[in-house]
């Protein structure tokens, strides 16, 4: 504890302009933001097209369903002896028709399946970024990436499914009222041989959607581990931890391997029973038309035809059956799809409708009151009844030890997380106020990793800015930061695309995110650690930069080296996610025993 109480403006009065009580917390939103997958709704974007590949589809199966009567005329006409020609003209011209429309009508549900598929994966990612940040860790960014990838895929199949389900029983019963005219005893023999086989394999299809939801879980469990373990890899590589890293992989691919194994007894049961139902219902047929023939009541040309319909047939119901199988994984993966879409964006439903707040001229940048907030999973708060306020303009230092909550109050400030009590307010005004665009808008953050997009140096220079910067800005914050020569040693100087093959250094990518903040539009500049990976020549020259900051802005900057405390306008204590006293430096070595701690603690290993 301090030798003496915080000053009594570590805990400003509330503003005039938002007081806790007056602006209460938002709710989640109720519903998506995002709309839900519908397979109809998406069925219906096109509709010229869907309606084109359906037409071509009934057009094949018409032609199908002409060849076993053309075939039933050619028999007919060789046992009367007449021209052959006509009839064999009539079935290629068949076969032609249907081939053709088949391909066509294939093709152009390919096209609706591809632009559903975009549709999903373009709205599924667009709704992963605007999640909460406590969201994305908890769900894992290789679960997420499943949704995206495969779940996306397997919805995208669906659209041929929902084709071919309806084409192949309208096939099924078009066959049948032929088979009827033909002979209705055959029909009604061939009829229950299908039916039974029809209960097997609804049975079995039900029992294959729960299946694909387990494979998908444990496709995105593996895909978030080793997306982790790459991250890491270094970590790994440097403390031999390949064989630890291999085994628990190991374990998650077992578990991935039994479900697909489940899912594999079960497919292979499909085309089984369809075999040997269509095998049973061949065997009926033939017995049963036999003893018609004999009997007289069946003439074998429409006994040929009969077997070329029952022939026919098998695909049909074949397609109805597989299908049913592809339509339950369909199904499962909108499921998903539709729970990731669910979940609430960080913005708050009326954001849109909202019109930020002007900053007040005379209030602080940002002002604490009584912040508490606990991570998910954690029993002691992160930050607990935290009171202080930052000036308008100036650097004010955040220090502490190792888990005082220093990170979590500076991602409060950019409302990456919300307190679960107390209230923050920025320029004045409730952080609640601000639809969150505007408020981020007036900030510039660099976080603890110099975290830069798989983007071109320019466009990471430029982000949040309102307009684009021209070539003069660009190369005077380069300058600044000391890394002009750096840029233009890269193949394509501005415009290289950071990442993969060509990636800065970790000292790189830390001014390259200082250089992005001087380039801000912002009000508020975040810094968290930013002295970290720089060298001694390069802190003077951050010093330097942050200097120039703090003349215009309010500049926070969460440290833990001496230097940058020393130089502070403003310096935050906190310990055990509490404030524990705020002043200058010489103040609060004068009058704080845990600052004079730190900063002897630092200096005797200096």
Avoid at 420 to 433: F, K, N, P, Q, T
Avoid at 496 to 519: I, P, Y
Wanted: charged share 20%; proline share 6%; net charge positive.
């Amino acid at each position: 504890m301090a030798d003496r109480p915080a000053p009594a403006n570590t805990a400003p009065a509330p503003a005039p302009e938002a007081t806790p009580e007056a602006i209460a917390e938002p709710a989640p939103a109720p519903g998506p933001r995002t709309p839900r997958v519908r397979l109809r709704r998406e069925l219906a974007v096109h509709p010229v097209r869907l309606a084109a590949a359906l037409a071509l589809a009934v057009l094949a199966t018409a032609a199908a369903l002409a060849l076993p009567l053309l075939v039933r005329r050619i028999v007919g006409d060789f046992s009367g002896h007449r021209s052959l020609a006509p009839g064999l003209l009539m079935m290629a011209a068949a076969a032609l028709t249907g081939a053709a429309a088949q391909a066509l009508s294939g093709f152009q549900l390919a096209r609706i399946g591809e632009g559903m598929t975009f549709r999903l994966r373009t709205a599924l990612m667009a709704h992963a970024l605007r999640l909460p940040l406590p969201v994305v860790r908890a769900r894992g960014t290789g679960e997420l990436a499943a949704r995206v990838t495969s779940d996306a895929q397997l919805l995208g199949q669906v659209v041929e499914v929902a084709m071919q389900l309806p084409l192949a029983a309208l096939s099924v019963l078009a066959t049948l009222a032929v088979m009827v005219w033909i002979d209705w005893v055959l029909t009604a023999v061939t009829v229950a041989a299908l039916a039974l086989l029809t209960g097997l394999v609804l049975v079995i299809t039900r029992r294959m959607r729960a299946n694909v939801t387990g494979q998908q879980d444990a496709v995105g469990r593996i895909a978030q581990r080793f997306t982790a373990d790459l991250e890491a890899l270094t970590t790994i590589k440097a403390y031999r931890a390949e064989p630890l890293a291999d085994r628990v992989l190991a374990e998650d691919a077992e578990h991935l391997r039994a479900v697909s194994l489940t899912g594999a007894r079960l497919g292979a049961l499909v085309p089984a029973v369809l075999t040997l139902g269509n095998q049973f219902a061949m065997i009926a047929v033939i017995v049963t038309g036999g003893a018609r023939l004999a009997a007289g009541g069946l003439t074998v040309a429409a006994f040929a035809a009969f077997l070329l319909y029952l022939l026919q047939t098998v695909p049909s119901v074949n397609t109805l059956a597989t299908g049913f199988g592809r339509l339950q994984a369909g199904l499962a993966a909108r499921d998903r799809c539709n729970d990731l879409l669910a979940l609430p964006p960080e913005a708050d439903p009326d954001d849109a409708d909202r019109t930020a707040p002007t900053p007040a001229p005379d209030a602080p940048a940002v002002v604490f009151r009584t912040v508490s907030y606990t991570h998910t999973g954690t029993r002691r708060a992160a930050l607990s009844a935290a009171s202080f306020s930052v000036p308008r303009t100036g650097l004010t230092a955040v220090v502490g030890p190792s888990g005082a909550g220093k990170s979590t109050a500076l991602a409060l400030v950019g409302r990456f997380l919300r307190p679960g009590a107390g209230s923050v307010s920025v320029l004045g005004h409730d952080i609640r106020a601000w639809p969150l665009g505007a408020l981020r808008a007036r900030m510039a953050y660099v976080d603890q990793e110099f975290t830069l997009l798989e983007a071109s140096a320019r466009d990471n220079l430029q982000l949040g800015r309102a307009g684009a910067a021209d070539e003069r800005e660009l190369a005077r914050a380069l300058a600044t930061v000391g890394l002009a020569e750096d840029v233009q040693r890269l193949p394509h100087g501005l415009d290289t695309v950071l990442g993969r093959e060509f990636d800065l250094s970790g000292g790189q990518r830390q001014r390259m995110a200082l250089a992005r903040a001087l380039l801000a539009d912002a009000d508020i500049v975040l810094l968290d650690e930013p002295t970290s990976q720089l060298d001694g020549l390069n802190e003077l020259r951050f010093r330097e930069i942050v200097d120039r900051l703090a003349r215009r802005r309010a500049v926070v900057v969460v440290a833990h080296r001496l230097t940058t405390v020393q130089h502070a306008d403003h310096v935050i204590m906190m310990d055990r996610g509490a404030v524990v006293d705020a002043a200058d430096h010489p103040t609060l070595l004068a009058r704080c025993a845990p600052y004079r701690a730190l900063v002897s603690s630092q200096t005797s290993h200096r």
